[in-house]
């Protein structure tokens, strides 16, 4: 939505319906927001007499960071520029950061070859310092900027980093799960904005964990035969068919005048 300029509120009715849209209705509607509430990711606030919910400061953070990850493209890094290395080392007291340095490096694409040790190709230095100091992590950490000179095979390392096989079938569920919509949308045949809507979020729900676990690692390390490239493209063909009609019927609903229509 923020990439949309459609704004970071809602009202009630209207996430109501969205929800409903997508065959989320009733009591697990209520209990989905609600989860989100208990996290801070929703913010009860209303404006112009009508209760609604605004995104809250972190979960708005994610979103805009999450559009030009998800959104971008990803070009595989060049071998040749090197890598990112983060290295840290949290006291025992302070165990629940060492669990967020690990899990923040690793959904930004880092990999672990080593306890304590995260690579990634060298791009990622600053995304990874600002992640770093958002969270008030710089006291446990060190980055380095690396080249291998070590005497095995750069490509093992990167298997022993990355877990590439699961991965792979990740790219391939998704070009197996979407091959399908989208030779429907190109034959032709017509379809409702609401039906662009759904598929689109489908779309972007399986394709966006993958932006983060791949890093674009340089293809000389990847196994033959990696499946990225295909799903990239076929991800972006997605999105410039359904993004469109999709939006168009978000912004109806928005204004307050979409009719709901049958997919």
């Known amino acids: 939505m923020a990439r949309h300029g459609l704004g970071l509120w809602l009202a009630t009715a209207q996430l109501v319906s969205l929800l409903a849209d997508l065959g989320i209705d009733g009591q697990p509607a209520r209990s989905a927001i609600s989860r989100m509430k208990r996290a801070g990711e929703l913010v009860p606030e209303r404006r112009g007499g009508r209760a609604g919910y605004a ?154 964990k993958l932006p983060y676990l791949d890093p674009g690692l340089p293809p000389e390390v990847l196994p033959p035969g990696w499946p990225g490239r295909e799903a990239s493209e076929l991800f972006a063909a997605l999105v410039a068919r359904l993004e469109t009609p999709a939006m168009r019927y978000l912004k109806g609903v928005l204004d307050g005048g979409a009719a709901r229509r049958a997919a």
């Open 55 to 208: 995104l809250g400061d972190e979960t708005r953070q994610l979103i805009e960071d999450g559009d030009r990850r998800i959104f971008g493209t990803i070009e595989p890094a060049d071998l040749a520029d090197g890598w990112t290395l983060a290295v840290f080392s949290v006291p025992e007291p302070d165990r629940a950061k060492r669990h967020v340095l690990r899990s923040r490096l690793g959904w930004l694409g880092f990999g672990n070859p080593v306890p304590g040790v995260w690579i990634a190709p060298r791009r990622l230095a600053g995304e990874a310092r600002r992640l770093i100091e958002r969270h008030g992590l710089a006291e446990y950490v060190d980055l380095f900027d690396a080249s291998y000179q070590g005497f095995g095979d750069v490509a093992g390392l990167v298997a022993r980093a990355w877990d590439l096989e699961r991965l792979a079938g990740m790219y391939r569920a998704f070009v197996a799960e979407q091959r399908r919509p989208l030779a429907r949308w190109e034959t032709g045949a017509t379809g409702s904005e609401l039906a662009a809507f759904h598929d689109y979020l489908l779309a972007v729900h399986q394709w966006r």
